[in-house]
């Protein structure tokens, strides 16, 4: 059978196309002295600009890998160049190729990702993107030639599409196994269309970066999506670390090892982009909790539990109308009952004068709902994005509703959808959308004219629904204010 090898399309534009002085370009970025290495690292986080600018800190990572440690290289890569919504694209490949020689694709873990619909072949994917490709000639000089590698170039992800494409990999992955997320940070500047500041803007970048990079610490799938939306942060590879961040154990370490930015090296911070390096310390064979509480994991919140709910939601919303943040949830003057720590999703909702006037929630079960409600009490004033924020004036009139949810399960069929009972998620071609149960009541729509809204607010055309569509649904118990 003839060997197919893809010859990377970088040598020569990104790094040099002779061996010797490729060589001599990594050497030369090698940290001296060399780190320690580092025992357990599942998982790293490297840049993927040019070498001159981002070398510098992906070797500061790659140092610090035992390389016996590693077979098999899984590498996250954004695409740069084409539309991918909700899939990821590896290349028909036996063997990759650069200067340093050829690098072994895992073709049976292909082939097993190539069983779901999500995982494409598309040449167009792979042609001129570097995202994944400069990672290799790194890999081969710190790890070696008898590794195999995994090279997944990733579309445009929600958090639906981001948690299915971890949830096919998990199983894939073991001990010897690494994950290379490649992602630069933040890009600032005119030439990105990014410039959500213009005085110390070292500084704040740096302020920014950190604060993307504290949620991946915390493996906070959550506070990252949240982040990223209210700061509009332009981070690259954001639907990969996503990934790895559905992936991670909860007891993972992650520790940042290298930070840099192009503007400092340069002197020029009119447009700067961002480099920072983490490695992951856990063990993909540990037992991992579940991904998904099931609906008997939870109780009914009482009805004290739902008036201190209430309560925190109201002080919370007061004082983030004058402050612009949650206050400590000592200030509130809410006991956290036994109940109120139970993990939840949960939605909160503003209304005045009969009119909605902010709801913004999670689906997923990650957190106790008591935080739930803290935060979302904060993001329905301040951050829906369809309305300005809820003003001092305004909060004495407003009534708040909570929605506390079950988890959400996955069902065949639309048809397996109760109007009034179910609250719902629709999800195609990497756009999703969610209701409640109680909007379908509340506007008089049946199940049809409920999807019809719904896959109209997912950004998908009005019977989207009919045909190639994934559904979840969950139950509510939702109080509010008299």
């Known amino acids: 059978m003839p060997t197919n090898v893809m010859r990377s399309p970088l040598a020569g534009r990104w790094f040099p196309a002779d061996a010797a002085e490729l060589r001599r370009m990594i050497g030369g970025l090698v940290p001296v002295p060399r780190p320690a290495a580092v025992a357990g690292v599942c998982a790293v986080v490297v840049p993927h600009a040019g070498y001159q600018y981002s070398g510098k800190v992906a070797c500061q990572v790659y140092a610090r890998l035992v390389p016996d440690a590693c077979e098999r290289v899984v590498i996250l890569g954004p695409t740069h160049s084409i539309s991918m919504h909700g899939k990821v694209s590896v290349p028909d490949a036996d063997f990759l190729e650069t200067p340093l020689g050829r690098v072994a694709v895992d073709t049976d873990f292909v082939a097993a990702l190539r069983s779901s619909p999500q995982v494409l072949c598309d040449p167009r994917a792979h042609q001129h993107e570097h995202s994944d490709q400069i990672q290799l000639p790194l890999l081969q000089t710190f790890l070696g030639g008898r590794i195999r590698v995994v090279p997944i170039v990733v579309g445009q992800m929600d958090s639906q599409s981001s948690r299915r494409f971890a949830g096919l990999l998990r199983p894939l992955l073991d001990a010897r196994t690494l994950v290379v997320v490649s992602s630069d940070f933040t890009h600032y500047g005119p030439n990105y269309g990014y410039v959500p500041f213009a005085r110390d803007v070292p500084r704040q970048i740096d302020a920014l970066d950190h604060q993307v990079f504290a949620r991946l610490a915390a493996i906070d799938v959550a506070g990252f999506h949240d982040l990223l939306q209210k700061t509009q942060a332009t981070v690259c590879g954001a639907n990969s670390i996503a990934i790895l961040l559905e992936l991670l154990p909860k007891d ?3 520790q940042e090892v290298a930070y840099d930015t192009s503007g ?20 993909w064979r540990a037992p991992q909790p579940p991904d998904r509480l099931r609906v008997e994991d939870t109780v009914p919140l ?12 109201r002080a919370t919303l007061e004082h983030a109308v004058r402050h612009g943040r949650a206050p400590a949830v000592e200030a509130t003057g809410v006991g956290i009952r036994p109940g109120m720590q139970q993990t939840m ?13 902010g709801c913004i929630g999670e689906i997923e079960p990650r957190r106790a709902i008591w935080q739930v409600v803290r935060d979302r ?15 001092s004036g305004e909060t004495p009139d407003i009534r ?12 065949a069929s639309y048809r397996d959808i109760v109007v009034g009972k179910h609250g719902m998620t629709i999800a195609k071609r990497g756009r999703s959308a969610v209701f409640l149960p109680q909007v379908a009541p509340e506007q008089g729509w049946d199940l049809a004219t409920t999807l019809t809204h719904l896959s109209r607010k997912a950004g998908l055309p009005a019977d989207a ?18």
């Open 377 to 391: 009490a904060v993001s329905a004033a301040l951050e829906d994005p369809r309305f300005v924020p809820v003003t």
């Open 302 to 313: 009482d009805e004290e539990d739902c008036c201190q709910l209430l309560k925190l939601a």
């Open 400 to 411: 708040i509703e909570i929605s506390a949810l079950t988890p959400a399960r996955p069902v």
């Open 465 to 482: 629904w009919k045909e190639g569509a994934a559904f979840t649904v969950f139950e509510a118990q939702v109080f509010h204010e008299v």
């Open 264 to 283: 400092r090296m340069l002197g020029d911070w009119e447009n700067s982009v961002s480099y920072l390096g983490a490695i992951c310390v856990a063990d």
């Open 252 to 254: 993972a370490q992650v």
């Open 345 to 357: 999703g949960g939605f909160v909702t503003l209304h005045l004068c009969g009119q909605l006037r």
